[in-house]
Structures are given as structure tokens and as C-alpha cells.
């Protein structure tokens, strides 16, 4: 089991940046892939960043590639999301999950955070 916590959500305006954060424990995070969903209100779930075990490999969303940043610390067992240049549809709760298994779809990941709300006004 791995548990995480996310932290660092908030309001903001539209060309702010914000870092989030997600601390994991349990099992060794270090031996997850770990990324971040977001979930707008009336919206599904959609994948947003991914990081390999190693941190050696990063995945993105076409829609937030150039201006979000995925990056960890496994001495720390955290994950860090750097938002840029955050845009109103950015808007959404952003979930912090773990997994063993290749993949981009919610259903890939086991483990999820509880999330963090994200709110960009114009």
C-alpha cells in the first residue's frame, strides 16, 4: 500500500504559477511511477503528468506540456507538479497517484491522493 498526500492548491490568477506537492508513504515510492489527473467539475478524469520510478522520464498532456513541470525527490518520497503560465481551464482537483503498470488512463493507477483543489481565475 502507498498512501499520499497532496498539498499546495489554491487560487490564483490567470499567468501565475503554483507548486504542488504530494508526499507518499508505505511501500518504498521509489518503486512507482507516479503522476499527476485532474478532474474538472462535469469533466472526467484526465491524465496530466507522469515520472518514472528513477525520475529519469517525464510524460505530459499536449495541453499543459511547456508550462507544467513534473519532477521527485525520492530521498523525500515526494512529487512535485510546477504549474506556469496557469490558464482559467486549468482549473480542476488535482489527484496525486502511484503505480507499477505502463499506462496514461485513470484505471492504470492504483493509488490516489485525496486530491487538491486548483482554481485559476481570469
Known amino acids: 500500500q502507498v498512501q499520499l498526500v497532496e498539498s499546495g492548491g489554491g487560487l490564483v490568477q490567470a499567468g501565475d504559477s503554483l507548486r504542488l506537492s504530494c508526499a507518499a508513504s508505505g511501500r518504498t515510492a521509489s518503486d512507482y511511477a507516479m503522476g499527476w489527473f485532474r478532474q474538472a467539475p462535469g469533466k472526467e478524469r484526465e491524465f496530466v503528468a507522469r515520472?518514472?520510478?528513477?525520475?529519469?522520464?517525464?510524460w505530459y498532456a499536449d495541453s499543459v506540456k511547456g508550462r507544467f513541470t513534473i519532477s521527485r525527490d525520492n530521498a523525500k518520497n515526494t512529487v512535485f507538479l510546477q504549474m506556469n503560465s496557469l490558464k482559467p481551464w486549468d482549473t480542476a482537483v488535482y489527484y496525486c497517484?502511484?503505480?507499477?503498470?505502463?499506462?496514461?488512463?485513470?484505471?492504470?493507477?492504483?493509488?490516489w491522493g485525496q486530491g487538491t483543489q486548483v482554481t485559476v481565475s481570469s
Open positions: 515520472i518514472s520510478w528513477s525520475g529519469t522520464e517525464t
Open positions: 497517484v502511484a503505480t507499477q503498470r505502463w499506462g496514461f488512463q485513470y484505471n492504470d493507477y492504483a493509488y
